[in-house]
Each structure stands twice: as C-alpha cells, then as structure tokens.
C-alpha cells in the first residue's frame, strides 16, 4: 500500500523558514516523479512544485520561485519543500502527492500558518 | 497560464439523481492531459479520471469521463451518498499546472 506520509508544519512568522518532509512507503520511490500541492483554508487546490524521478529537474508554481526549493533522498525514501520568506499567503495545507500522469496518491497534508 | 472554470460551483442533488460537472479551459489542453479529483471535508482528495476518460483504480463504473479541447465533463449516472463530495479538474498539459475552483455536489 503507497504511504505518504508529511511533516515539518507549523506556525511561523512572516519572513521566516520552514522545511517540510514527505516519507513514502510501499511503492519504488525512485520510480516517480513527485510533487507539492496545497489548499488554503477553505480554498481550492494549487500545485505548488515537480521533481524528476532523480531530482535532475524542478519545477515551481511563480508565486513561490526563488522562495522554495524541492528536492529528494532517494535512499531515503522522503521528498523535502524548503520554504523560505514565507508570506501570511502561504497559509495552508501542504500535500505531498506521487505524479503518476495524475496525482494518484496522496499525504494526508501537513498545516503550515504564516503569521505574527 | 491555463485557467480552469468549473460549473456549477454548487449542485445540489438527491440521491439516486444524474449529476454532470464540466471544466473549461482558457484555451486547448495538450494532448487532452486533464485530470479529474474528488475531495471530501478533512480527507486529502483522490483521482478519479486521467486523461480526461481513463478511470483510475477502484472508482466506480458509475463514474464516467469525457471531453477534448478546452471543454471537458465528469458525469455520476446515479449519485450514491458517498458522491457528494467537492469535484476538481487540474491540466497538466502546460506549466504552470492548474486547478479549477472546483464543483460541490451536495445534498438536496
């Protein structure tokens, strides 16, 4: 069974940094692209961020370019988001999801709030 | 950027009923690369369609897929009450990837 599970949320204030992790289990983790999708409260879905399968390319959503960085421990089996100069925009559950010509399996999300 | 508009924003519907959402692009999906998710309060949501008609695993026959273009459609033959649930399109065919706003269904 695919286990996604998140961690790493938390309250921060404007400004500062957070670094959230990903650990799968029960599939091959190096198989797959992998990725960030979050919801504000109460809003819909964005996807936030793409890894390549060997961490070789990424790709990011404009409003977080240059602020967060995605990468990943194949040995370890754990997908990372480095989130730096959080904004009170930034507030909201973070999922780690596999891509798999859709995002076929999900964390159950990890809640980050960005406020003073 | 690919805008996604979902309609309606809200279905309100009984049990037993036909309910049909649609999606619309801002312009073309490449190669049709639409997604379809459902998503029930407090859960992580969980694909339904690739593709935009290729159902994925363990989502009912009663579920069923359509569309090319810019316009694309989930219908639920029947609405069982597990359906009622917020709906989502997202493109992958250009970046950035996108989601639309997303189409409750609830219960009349």
């Known amino acids: 069974e695919v286990q996604l599970v998140e961690s790493g949320g938390g309250l921060v204030q404007p400004g500062g940094s957070l670094r959230l992790s990903c650990a799968a289990s029960g599939f091959t983790f190096s198989c797959c692209w992998m990725s960030w999708v979050r919801q504000a409260p109460g809003k819909g879905l964005e996807w936030v961020a793409n890894?390549?399968?060997?961490?070789?390319?990424?790709y990011y959503v404009d409003s977080v370019k240059g602020r967060f960085t995605i990468s990943r421990d194949n040995a370890k089996n754990a997908l990372y988001l480095q989130m730096n100069s959080l904004r009170a925009e930034d507030t909201a559950v973070y999922y780690c999801?596999?891509?798999?010509?859709?995002?076929?399996?999900w964390g159950q999300g990890t809640l980050v709030t960005v406020s003073s | 950027e690919i805008v996604l508009t979902q309609s309606p924003g809200t279905l309100s519907l009984s049990p037993g009923e036909r309910a049909t959402l649609s999606c619309r692009a801002s312009q073309n999906i490449d190669n049709n690369y639409l997604a379809w998710y459902q998503q029930k309060p407090g859960q992580a949501p969980r694909v339904l369609f690739y593709g935009p008609s290729s159902r994925a695993t363990g989502i009912p026959d009663r579920f069923s897929g359509s569309g090319s273009g810019t316009d694309f459609t989930v219908t639920i033959s029947r609405l069982e009450p597990e359906d009622f649930a917020v709906y989502y399109c997202q493109q992958y065919g250009s970046s950035p990837w996108t989601f639309g706003q997303g189409t409750k269904v609830e219960i009349k």
């Open positions: 999801a596999r891509w798999n010509y859709a995002f076929d399996s």
């Open positions: 890894i390549k399968q060997d961490g070789s390319e990424t």
